[in-house]
């Protein structure tokens, strides 16, 4: 059967047949380099069109639709145009910083992927510390943020960055503990493991009530860390223009956007990781026949389709509540999630010892 | 208090006050010096109760400015309106915004078209024109060297 | 009774915001409900009332006459200045001079669409167009000569 | 006017909010003063949409002027002219057939309805909820069409005339406001489910830009922003004009004097406009639709002020005349205008999103405050 698992071994196996091992691992670099810059660009292309019909949908529209077939080329053309895009940069902004910004974003976005595993077998770096390392990443892109917001020389700017400064200091918390909940399950920090200890099912149906908790937790935590509405407070299109990136024009925009949607992506990943089984087929229990049944579809697909179905509930949030406010949202981390999580925490703990889960 | 009622107690409260009667409302013309007694008056005296000023309007009439107050109570649902004369030359009168808070806009808004100077206020600034607007657009004699009316 | 109250406001809030979520669902998933007009593609099937004020224009008839008498009383009502009727005299048959049109000069850049000149006017000489695509590259192509050359006045107009 | 002030002596930021900013609505310019987050002061700069309509409208005959004022309150458009026709009828003295005042008061209440479903819709979109705008545009769009079929013009209509309406009803007209009293019934409630009932909604709203009684009464306060603060004000209550007297219909006060009050009253004032239009629209009297008036109009001499309630409160309108043509002064009080001077003493001490949520349920048009 054709899988990547395959086509990624037997890359792997020609490239060590012909090079030395260390040119071998070189070219592999390359490779993965082109893929995830490859793939970014497909996911920029894919989930701004995406978000796009999903709201028109919402709206009562019909969303983009001249651009190619159904609209399809519409995101195409969009980075068209912001590509040829002047990127301004304001007088009195700190322009090291200034331009320094989105690279500083993006590339953070880049090096959470590491450690994803988008199918069976196909996981860039399947780190030992993989859920620490992605919570320890993901927590750089808010001085991407700052940076953005201080050097643009804008107030709004400036404001903007402060609430996100805020924000995700805050939301950092209740992820963590909801990651930590099911590194608590499985015993394990690493991705892989993480995935193979849920062959006999999925965490958000063997870990009870309380993973259910921590996974709606999570989501909420995660769609504040990547500032979607309702927790957008760092762009609040109608309080602060666009927040930390008004100054931003052009490619360096597009950066801005483009990160936005790949962040969302990986977050997605990883929530379906920890608690949807990444690429792991549903299975429940011991039912031979249902299992092999479901191994027929292949793991990417259920690692796409996890991750896609996740993207659509956070696009649906976005599009259906209105904005929280900096005071209300900094009272729902530390009022709401946060004891939540802790109790759940020690829920999940409890069953953990005493082995009560599936 | 209807229209009458309203003429007898005014009449207790100014020396000898010229009321216009064509009009649909009372209508009484003080002296600008007394404004601010009166309004005050007006405002707390007991059966006036007239809390509600919902229109103030200079009034260019070539010889002499005339400022109107339209006056109503949201208790006794009355109308009084309220005419001060002022001079062509130098149009002073006191400002009633520490009384209806409201007049601070509408006084500033006669300010800025009528050039009206309200005394007493606390921040009589151009409100539509830019600060370096020259003349008081409103008035009749003046003259707009753009017009797109008489164009 | 404070946990009791706190897991209460938890449900009441999860709940409002469900009933949010499911109406947009709904509205995801029924195409039907879309109200989108696709503009330029639906212009053969979109109709606009006869009463929508789009122009002024002047009525021709096939003989290529209008019922314009030339009196301004349209020029008078217009609050815009928008339109011009510059007139000339006509010798009638009798040997008498009268007053006609020349020119009926029509600023649509100026116009309000206010429609006090219909209304005003006494022969229904003009009327209101429902075109309402006036965009131009020069914005002189928008000052229109609303008679058309060689129309004069329909017999019996007075 | 425009200072370029980044920050006051006490360490301040000085923001300047408008007049190009998503949330003004137009050009409105707010200069905030602000302390981290709270807003210590506000203060507005009005004048960029100033067209000066009180100057034009001294120059245009009493038929003219009308259409001016349709540039002001864009929004309730039909009621600004019901109100400067009202005071023209009011100096001529012309009798106003039954069925004209019945269908400007059936137009009138058209024009609230979709002036208060894009308040509803751009509030919601103020506050961070995207969606809710283009749910109140496709009633809107139903009421716009209404409106073009029978006025022939679908935000400035310029259908009233002083005696009466320009143009008599569309034939549809019944039928089409019947089925859209229908239509809207039933969508009204997806608008308490997707916003009204929120609970982001309802703590961005609540408690927040209080206004009591007295000061809604002492800024001038007019429409849904006085009455929830429990003022009772609505004109067509207190002092009935055209067929509003004769009308079954509560005056909707609420007591909060909070955002979610004004939200509220705006919300029920919906319900009862359609209910005033279902009591009328079976019972549009026959006749003419406009008195026979003269081709020029002259008023006396004498003042002349007519009150109306458009969507957003009292508009006025002071006609001086001098016996001629044209009015020799003309005073419009627009109810925008006294809302906004309430605005700094609503917002002091609030955060930046209360502010524009505050501006949100004040139902600011900017034309409608510069003029």
Not at chain 1, 207 to 230: C, K, L, Q
Not at chain 1, 235 to 262: D, N, W
Request: charged share 20%.
């Amino acid at each position: 059967m054709l899988s990547i698992e395959n086509i990624t071994h037997s890359i792997d196996a020609w490239l060590n047949g012909t090079f030395n091992p260390t040119v071998a691992v070189l070219l592999e670099s390359l490779i993965v380099g082109f893929c995830v810059i490859g793939l970014f660009a497909l996911l920029g292309l894919i989930l701004v069109l995406m978000e796009r019909k999903v709201s028109a949908y919402m709206q009562i529209r019909l969303g983009p639709n001249r651009v190619g077939p159904g609209g399809t080329l519409q995101t195409v053309a969009d980075t068209l145009k912001l590509a040829m895009k002047e990127g301004l940069t304001p007088d009195g902004a700190d322009k090291f910083l200034f331009n320094l910004a989105p690279f500083l974003v993006i590339v953070v976005a880049m090096m959470i992927l590491a450690p994803v595993a988008f199918a069976k077998g196909t996981q860039i770096w399947d780190i030992n510390i993989g859920v620490l390392y992605i919570s320890a990443v993901s927590s750089l892109s808010v001085i991407g943020i700052l940076m953005a917001g201080w050097a643009s020389n804008n107030k709004y700017s400036l404001l903007g960055a402060m609430r996100s400064g805020a924000q995700i200091v805050s939301y950092e918390l209740s992820a963590g503990l909801s990651i930590i909940s099911i590194v608590v399950l499985t015993g394990s920090l690493r991705i892989s493991d993480i995935i193979a200890s849920q062959e006999d099912g999925w965490w958000i149906f063997k870990g009870h009530i309380p993973a259910v908790i921590s996974f709606i937790i999570f989501i909420i935590a995660v769609t504040a860390e990547t500032n979607r509405a309702p927790f957008d407070l760092a762009e609040a299109e109608s309080e602060l223009t666009a927040g930390f990136h008004t100054e931003y024009s052009g490619m360096k925009f597009a950066l801005f956007f483009l990160a936005e949607y790949v962040n969302i992506f990986i977050v997605c990943a990883i929530a379906a990781t920890l608690f949807l089984g990444g690429w792991m087929p549903l299975h429940i229990g011991h039912w031979a026949g249902f299992n092999r049944v479901m191994d027929y579809v292949p793991s990417s697909l259920w690692f796409t389709g996890k991750t896609f179905f996740l993207i659509f509930l956070i696009m649906w949030f976005r599009w259906t509540f209105p904005r929280l406010r900096i005071d209300q949202l900094l009272n729902l981390e530390w009022k709401y999630l946060l004891p939540m999580s802790m109790v759940n925490l020690l829920l999940i703990t409890l069953i953990a010892i005493k082995g009560w889960h599936f | 208090m209807n229209k009458e009622e309203l003429k007898i107690r005014l009449e207790s409260l100014l020396v000898s006050p010229t009321f216009e009667d064509a009009a649909e409302w009372l209508t009484v013309i003080i002296d600008p010096e007394v404004w601010e007694g009166f309004a005050r008056q007006l405002r707390s005296t007991e059966g006036f109760d007239l809390d509600y000023l919902f229109c103030v309007t200079a009034v260019d009439w070539r010889t002499h400015f005339t400022v109107v107050y339209h006056l109503t109570s949201t208790v006794h649902r009355h109308m009084l309106v309220v005419k001060a004369r002022l001079d062509r030359e130098r149009p002073e009168i006191r400002t009633v915004s520490d009384i209806w808070r409201t007049a601070e806009f509408h006084e500033r808004e006669a300010y800025d078209l009528m050039g009206i100077v309200f005394t007493g206020h606390p921040d009589l600034r151009r409100l539509f024109m830019t600060d370096e607007w020259k003349g008081w657009p409103l008035r009749k004699d003046y003259e707009d060297p753009v017009n797109m009316i008489k164009l | 009774m404070f946990l009791k109250k706190y897991i209460s406001d938890v449900f009441g809030a999860v709940r409002s915001l469900l009933k949010g979520m499911r109406l947009t669902g709904y509205y995801f998933t029924h195409r039907k409900e879309i109200i989108t007009q696709q503009y330029p593609d639906n212009r053969e099937e979109m109709k606009l009332p006869e009463r929508f004020r789009g122009e002024v224009v002047m009525l021709h008839d096939e003989h290529n006459e209008h019922a314009c008498t030339g009196c301004t009383a349209c020029e008078l009502a217009c609050p815009n200045g928008t339109i011009k009727i510059i007139t000339k005299f006509d010798i009638t048959p009798e040997g008498k001079k009268k007053k006609a049109l020349d020119t009926f000069i029509y600023h649509l850049e100026l116009c309000t669409m206010c429609n006090l000149c219909i209304e005003a006017c006494p022969t229904d000489a003009i009327k209101m167009a429902q075109n309402f695509e006036h965009s131009v590259y020069d914005r002189s192509e928008l000052t229109k000569k609303l008679n058309k050359p060689g129309s004069k006045i329909r017999e019996g107009v007075e | 006017m425009i200072q370029e002030v980044g920050t006051t002596e006490q360490g301040d930021l000085v923001v300047n909010l408008g007049p190009q900013h998503p949330s003004t609505h137009g050009v409105l310019h707010l200069v905030v003063t602000l302390n981290g987050e709270t807003i210590k002061k506000v203060e507005p700069h009005l004048g960029y949409i100033h067209r000066s309509i009180e100057k034009m409208c001294e120059s245009l005959s009493y038929r003219q002027f009308i259409y001016v004022t349709s540039r002001m309150d864009y929004l309730s458009s039909h009621i600004n002219n019901h109100g400067c026709a009202l005071c023209v009828e009011k100096g001529m003295q012309i009798e106003v057939p039954p069925r004209a005042k019945a269908i400007r008061v059936l137009m009138g209440e058209l024009t609230r309805l979709a002036s208060h479903q894009l308040w509803w819709g751009a509030m919601a979109m103020d506050i961070g909820a995207l969606t809710p705008f283009f749910h109140a545009f496709r009633e809107r769009e139903a009421i716009n069409d209404i409106m073009e079929e029978t006025c022939g013009a679908r935000l400035t209509m310029n259908y009233m005339v002083p005696g009466g309406v320009m143009a008599d009803l569309h034939p549809n007209f019944q039928k089409r406001v019947k089925e859209f009293i229908n239509f809207f019934r039933g969508k009204l409630h997806e608008y308490d489910e997707l916003v009204t009932g929120n609970i982001i909604f309802k703590s961005r709203m609540e408690g927040i830009g209080y206004l009591s009684p007295e000061d809604a009464v002492s800024y001038g306060c007019t429409g849904p922003t006085a009455r929830g603060s429990g003022v009772s004000c609505d004109i067509r209550k207190l002092y009935p004009y055209e067929v509003y007297g004769e009308l079954q219909f509560e005056e909707v006060t609420a007591t909060g004097g909070d955002c979610f009050a004004r939200y509220m009253v705006r919300m029920q004032e919906m319900r009862q406009s359609i209910s005033i239009i279902e009591q009328l629209i079976d019972n549009i009297p026959e006749g003419q639709f406009q008195a026979k008036t003269k081709a020029v109009l002259k008023l006396p001499k004498g003042e002349f002020y007519s009150r109306v309630e458009t969507a957003r409160g009292e508009f006025g309108v002071y006609i001086i005349s001098e016996g001629g043509t044209t009015p020799y002064r003309i005073k419009f009080r627009s109810p925008g205008f006294s809302n906004l001077s309430a605005l700094d003493h609503m917002a002091r001490g609030h955060k930046i999103g209360d502010l524009v949520a505050i501006m949100g349920t004040l139902d600011l048009v900017i034309p409608d405050i510069d003029r």
